[in-house]
């Protein structure tokens, strides 16, 4: 278990050899952010949900490491390094190698204000814009090989066993943000849908639309400023969640836009992904991955209600993301 020593001691600005004015803690499920001046330490959290597992230093060392691999195909430059972190004598001590009881991804601050998110919020994404983020995201995901282990993920086996999980996990929630004819109407469509397009899900993975992908591409993952489209925090967690087709990584972004009640912008976005991509076919399972995707954030939100390091607010708010989530997931199936 992390000592909260620990955590305590890093929301100092004398912690860190930059020696920022001010620190901010920026909590997860799954990880503390110490945010500085111009950089930020993300720590994974000592927790093991089954479908991540970070319980030991040597499983956070590992996926802290996978975290930079991954994130630096997109965004090489905010990925920066891993650093240990040191303990001697009940002190602390940064990128320090003897003693080291944690590891922390160093990455250079994200501009808030111009991540998607932020940018929607105060109404300054244009339609041109997003269109722009849909073609270079297509640039981006057409670098990425598709090789026979990234087939695999495509079968129609693992994509059941993914799109099923969600509702094994979020089931004990109805009764809370979804209730249980919402709850049973979205498995019903998913589970037909599973079953009627098994060669669709075949004839994508060979065509080679199956990829290491991003795995939680949504509006607070993308950065548009001045020097073009930035992507963060890729899954490194587990490989079902990032190898897959790349249809889920642009359902994702569509579906949040959506959420948002945005979804001229989550159309632009779609149609500018699949024009420059020339991937004809990913509008015949968009809506299907949009589902999924919307169960993804839900699942997430509703594991927060439960996670007593937040306050009863953070809590709450997560609770009503949730709802909104699983709620859009329904409109999709009544369409």
Known sequence: MTDMRLIEFLTRPEAYPERPHDVRLVQTHISWVFVGDEYAYKLKKPVDFGFLDFSTLEKRKFYTDEELRLNRRFSPDLYLGVVPISEHDGNYFIDDNTGIIEYALRMRRINEEKVLSSL?????????????????????????????????????????????????????????????????????????????????FLERASAGHCKECHGDLHLQHVVLDEDGVSVFDCIEFNERFRYSDVATDAAFLSMDFDCNSRSDLGRAFSEAFIEESGDASMGKVLLFYKVYRALVRAKVCSFMIDDSGIDAAARQAAFDRAARYYDLAHRYISQ
């Open 120 to 200: 929607l919020a105060k109404g300054e994404l244009s339609k041109e814009d997003i269109r722009f983020v849909g073609r270079s995201l297509a640039g981006l995901y057409g670098k990425i090989e598709s090789d026979e282990k990234a087939r695999l993920f495509g079968s129609p086996r693992i994509v059941a066993f993914n799109v099923m999980e969600n509702f094994d996990q979020t089931r004990k929630y109805i009764g809370g943000p979804v209730d249980e004819k919402t709850f049973s109407d979205i498995e019903s469509w998913s589970r037909s849908f599973l079953e009627e397009n098994e060669a669709l």
